[in-house]
């Protein structure tokens, strides 16, 4: 089976930086991705690692460890606007679909 | 990027009635789609995988005969919740790739349909 742990709530203040944890066991590994979903909405795509090290694209970043089962998402500048739910998810394969984690609820006070 | 289209975005029906929910994409085609249900405050979860043109494959738990998903296109696939019950209410979402050759890990997700069973 997998199972994803990451935190269920962080609080941030705006402006400032925020990392959220996941770590994973699964039987296969094809990549650790990351969502964010905004209540009501649909999940959108924000990063996925296949290979170890760092992921950047804008104000998100992505890392993960592999000999770890341990990757992080880290948001930058944070925003009003980033306060959502944020998922790790990894697949067992390419032709599999995502297990999710429960979901981290960012609060970001001004 | 792909767009993924899903309809009803909302629909409410009375408990014993069949719901069909359909996911479209708009601008690949869908080798794979996915079926995932997510309850209020927590999170998605898998129910099933089809491809085109054949049985879907359902997680553990799922029962095939209430939730029937149907794959006959690349563009389309539909899941209808049969003799709905108010338990069944939730979020459905769809997901789908074009292929093994994807390899940026993306899935593309439909904007979802809330189902509510009075």
């Known amino acids: 089976g997998q199972s994803l742990e990451q935190p269920s709530e962080v609080t941030a203040v705006e402006g400032a930086i925020v990392q959220i944890n996941c770590t994973y066991q699964?039987?296969?590994?094809?990549?650790l991705s990351w969502y964010q979903q905004h209540d009501g909405g649909a999940p959108t795509f924000l990063s996925y690692n296949a290979l170890d090290g760092l992921e950047e694209t804008g104000r998100f970043s992505s890392f993960l460890s592999r000999s770890d089962s341990y990757g992080y998402l880290l948001l930058q500048e944070l925003q009003m606007k980033d306060s959502a739910s944020y998922f790790c998810?990894?697949?067992?394969?390419?032709?599999?679909?995502?297990?999710f984690g429960k979901g981290t609820h960012l609060i970001i006070q001004p | 990027g792909a767009v993924v289209s899903q309809h009803p975005s909302w629909v409410i029906c009375k408990s014993g009635t069949s719901v069909k929910i359909e996911c479209r994409s708009l601008?690949?085609?869908?080798?794979?789609m996915f079926w995932y249900r997510q309850f209020p405050k927590q999170s998605l979860m898998l129910m099933a995988t089809?491809?085109?043109?054949?049985?879907?494959?359902?997680e553990q738990g799922v029962e095939k005969d209430k939730f029937l998903i149907n794959h006959a296109s690349l563009t389309l696939s539909t899941l209808t919740v049969t003799s709905a019950h108010p338990e069944d209410s939730s979020f459905y979402i769809c997901?789908?790739?074009?292929?093994?050759?994807?390899?940026?890990?993306?899935?593309?997700f439909g904007e979802g349909s809330r189902l509510t069973v009075l």
């Open positions: 699964t039987s296969g590994f094809y990549g």
């Open positions: 089809s491809n085109e043109g054949s049985k879907a494959t359902y």
């Open positions: 998810a990894v697949r067992r394969g390419g032709a599999d679909g995502l297990t």
């Open positions: 997901s789908a790739q074009g292929g093994l050759a994807d390899n940026t890990g993306e899935l593309f």
């Open positions: 601008d690949f085609q869908a080798t794979t």
